[in-house]
């Protein structure tokens, strides 16, 4: 079993959307191991996506991502990493695949309502930086 971690961004704490998207990980069968409302600050934002901190999309990005509340959740089940990227679907919500989260209500490349950490590193590095007192 596998530990990811997962941000509810917020556009779906905006758009009332908490409910269907936590739906679709716990009837996929994963376990909620954390969860937490919270909104952050611009450094917490260029910590968890310090790979992107230069990139021309960013400084929208850090605004979106700080601009009200998220919902952080460390989710566990057998490959939670890749099972959720695959719920999730492409990160630009016009393109990603019906069935998906961001096919099925997304219709944005930066408001895609989800992310997924994307590697076991990752989901490490991540799950320190929202959920450091976790066991
Ligand atoms: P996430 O990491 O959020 O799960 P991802 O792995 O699909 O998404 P990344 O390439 O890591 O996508 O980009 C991180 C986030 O930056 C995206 O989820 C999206 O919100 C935003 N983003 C990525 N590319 C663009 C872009 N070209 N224009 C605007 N926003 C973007």
Do not use: C
């Not at 492409?90 to 590697?119: C, F, M, Y």
Request: glycine share 10%; proline share 6%.
């Amino acid at each position: 079993s596998q530990r990811t971690l997962v941000l509810l961004k917020p556009d779906t704490v905006r758009r009332g959307l908490v409910g269907e998207i936590l739906g679709r990980f716990e009837a996929k069968g994963l376990s909620i191991v954390a969860m937490d409302l919270r909104t952050i600050d611009g450094e917490t934002a260029d910590q968890h996506y310090a790979e992107h901190v230069e990139r021309d999309f960013y400084p929208p990005l850090r605004a979106f991502v700080t601009s009200g509340p998220l919902v952080a959740l460390v989710l566990e089940g057998d490959e939670a990493i890749e099972v959720i990227r695959g719920l999730n679907g492409a990160t630009d919500g016009r393109k990603a695949a019906p069935g998906t989260i961001r096919g099925d209500l997304s219709l944005s490349n930066r408001e895609n309502l989800v992310h997924g950490s994307d590697s076991p590193e990752s989901a490490s590095r991540e799950i320190k930086i929202w959920f450091p007192d976790l066991p």
